[in-house]
């Protein structure tokens, strides 16, 4: 309880920082909104000339991108820390961190909170009620979906900033895989096959992050959500450990390659 207490300290902190100046807070919620609004657009155009790609039709789309979309909005806005932690440890930040009780890679998160991610998540569940074509039945998937979700997406973007322990260029690197992460799961699951298939469950856990909680709410059962909820146990653990070796090589004062 007092490690939750002090998290949330300090990510209520966070977000305070983040509604301090109201017109850019504004501008990043609203544009985040809209950018959202334009992608369904564009996949409603689509659907007008395809009705179905793979068995996969609008409302498995809008499925797809509600709990996509409220995942990206949660973690930005509890985890905002995430989004640039390889340069948090490239610049030497986590030396206070070591000199405070508690563990570290908590703080890290929580010192960050994303102004436009409030955008996700006012048009996350939006697209989910509208399109998605639930009912009041099936919110535990839903929150289920999306609790797991959120935890692979993190756990991911943790393991790849943790490169910039042993790697003085990881900054923009991890970056570009927590992006290329997120835009392999805004796909129908049904494009995938072979190596992308592979990709897609695996070194970049799009199928896992998007794919599997809609499995879990197109079909669901006690096999789906031992997918999910096993796999977000998994990638959480990969990226407590990869943490926790780079952290022991930070305290010993190595230095990252260039």
Same mark, same amino acid.
Not at 37 to 63: E, I, P
Not at 76 to 99: N, Q, S, W
Not at 209 to 217: D, F
Not at 232 to 237: I, P, Q
């Given at each position: 309880?007092r490690?939750?207490?002090?998290? &949330?300290?300090?990510i ?12 850019n807070?504004?501008? =990043? ?12 657009l564009?996949?409603f155009?689509?659907?007008a000339?395809?009705?179905? #790609?793979g ?5 498995d ?5 509600g709990?996509?979309v409220?995942?990206?909005g949660?973690s ?11 340069a948090?440890i ?5 030396d206070?961190?070591?000199? =405070?009780?508690?563990?570290?890679l908590p703080r890290?998160?929580?010192?960050d909170s994303?102004?436009?991610a ?5 048009t996350g569940?939006?697209?989910m009620?509208?399109?998605?074509? +639930? ?6 998937a839903?929150?289920t979906?999306? &609790?797991a979700?959120? #935890?692979?997406y ?14 003085a ?7 570009d +895989?927590?992006?290329?992460t997120? +835009?392999?799961?805004t796909?129908?699951?049904s494009i995938y ?8 469950y695996?070194?970049?856990? &799009? ?6 909680p809609?499995r ?11 997918v999910?909820?096993g796999?977000s146990a998994?990638?959480a &653990? ?12 930070y305290?010993r004062?190595?230095a990252?390659a260039?």
């Amino acid at each position: 309880m007092r490690f939750l207490s002090t998290y &949330a300290a300090l990510i209520g902190a966070a977000i305070r920082t983040s509604l301090a100046d109201r017109a850019n807070f504004l501008l =990043q919620a609203v544009g985040m909104m809209v950018n959202n609004g334009f992608f369904l657009l564009l996949w409603f155009l689509f659907f007008a000339g395809f009705r179905s #790609v793979g068995g996969w039709g609008l409302s498995d789309l809008a499925r797809l991108l509600g709990v996509g979309v409220t995942m990206v909005g949660v973690s930005g806005v509890f985890f905002g820390g995430y989004r640039d932690m390889a340069a948090t440890i490239l610049r030497g930040e986590p030396d206070g961190l070591l000199t =405070q009780p508690g563990p570290v890679l908590p703080r890290l998160l929580a010192r960050d909170s994303i102004a436009s991610a409030w955008g996700d998540l006012a048009t996350g569940p939006l697209i989910m009620i509208s399109f998605g074509g +639930l009912s009041i039945g099936s919110l535990p998937a839903v929150l289920t979906g999306i &609790a797991a979700a959120t #935890v692979i997406y993190v756990s991911a973007a943790v393991t790849f900033a943790s490169m910039a322990f042993w790697i003085a260029g990881a900054r923009s690197f991890a970056r570009d +895989l927590t992006d290329f992460t997120l +835009l392999f799961s805004t796909y129908p699951g049904s494009i995938y096959s072979g190596m992308t298939k592979v990709i897609a469950y695996t070194v970049l856990p &799009a199928g896992f992050i998007v794919l599997a909680p809609v499995r879990l709410l197109r079909e669901p059962g006690w096999e789906t959500l031992a997918v999910v909820i096993g796999s977000s146990a998994a990638y959480a &653990a990969i990226a407590a450990g990869v943490f926790a070796l780079g952290l022991r090589r930070y305290r010993r004062g190595a230095a990252p390659a260039a």
